[in-house]
């Protein structure tokens, strides 16, 4: 069973755009919060969060250079 890259890329783009809206309305406050993750901030997480979203396209889009 293969992976239709075309629906994936569309549903991480949905995805991207949806936490894109929430993050766009954060104000500094919420950027610098803690979070369960100790020692980390929102600001850690989301930077977490997108280099695994920039892999994950590298992945999908160019496996030789992932």
Known sequence: ???DLA????DLRTEQ???RE?????????WDA?????GWTV????RHLAQ???LGRLAAS???AF
């Not at 929430?22 to 919420?30: I, K, P, V």
């Open 17 to 19: 755009a949806g936490l």
């Open 7 to 10: 629906e994936l890329r569309a």
């Open 34 to 38: 803690p979070t369960p993750a100790a």
């Open 52 to 54: 695994g979203e920039e």
């Open 62 to 64: 160019d496996a030789a």
């Open 1 to 3: 069973m293969g992976v």
């Open 43 to 46: 600001r850690h997480q989301v």
């Open 22 to 30: 929430l993050l766009e309305r954060m104000d500094e406050a919420a």
